[in-house]
């Protein structure tokens, strides 16, 4: 009886770490930040034919500063909200 409980309790604490690693904010967090930097680069080496096309506001630049800011703040909330698994029920 103790290994089965012993098992149950392993496979219980591998599900926990499978539950945090898959976290929707990390995986929304990680391509936001990811995506903001190539945006934020492609912003920054803009030509002058680039800012005229958009009126002279440097539209990739803000948008990838915007995404990068999204990313962060999703990766922040995972830091300091990290996913608590429900509790176990009670043992047959």
Do not use: C
């Not at 499978?18 to 903001?36: K, N, S």
């Amino acid at each position: 009886m103790s290994e089965l409980h012993h098992e149950v309790s392993e496979l219980q604490r591998k599900s926990a770490t499978a539950a945090r690693l898959f976290d929707i904010r990390r995986i929304i967090g990680g391509l936001f930040a990811v995506y903001g930097v190539i945006v934020t680069i492609a912003g920054i080496t803009a030509s002058d034919a680039d800012l005229e096309k958009a009126q002279g506001i440097n539209i990739n630049l803000w948008t990838g500063l915007a995404m990068l800011a999204l990313g962060v703040f999703f990766l922040v909330w995972l830091k300091l909200r990290p996913l608590i698994p429900p509790p176990a029920g009670p043992a047959e």
